[in-house]
């Protein structure tokens, strides 16, 4: 059983900048495909950013496009997620996910992290 573990979130003003890591209890496989998702109050979890643990494109969702930027350390299996210019509209509960399929369905992801929550004031 794959365990995922979020850190980074905090209480930022708006325009400010976070860094969220992931740690990845054992190595993701060579095709596996690694996500963040986020969750406001009252609010269903949508799709942030996703990457090929091996390469590729990332995909981002369009609300973040530009300020959003997923990255990742093979060699200690942690993924980044660089959140800059933040807003109030960004705060949420912030989940890495790993699964095996290109996509921003949430459904298709098996493993998830426990949440760290990001909290952007104007």
């Known amino acids: 059983q794959v365990q995922l573990e979020e850190s980074g979130g905090g209480s930022v003003q708006a325009g400010d900048s976070l860094k969220l890591s992931c740690t990845f209890s054992t190595r993701p496989f060579s095709r596996s495909v690694e996500a963040w998702f986020r969750q406001a109050p009252g609010k269903e979890r949508e799709f942030v950013a996703l990457?090929?643990?091996?390469?590729?494109?990332?995909l981002y969702a369009d609300s973040v496009k530009g300020r959003f930027t997923i990255s990742k350390d093979n060699p200690s299996n942690i993924l980044y997620l660089q959140m800059n210019n933040l807003q109030p509209e960004d705060t949420a509960v912030y989940y890495c996910a790993g699964g095996s399929q290109y996509t921003s369905d949430r459904s298709a992801y098996e493993y998830w992290g426990q949440g760290t929550q990001v909290t952007v004031a104007s």
């Open positions: 990457v090929r643990w091996h390469g590729g494109s990332a």
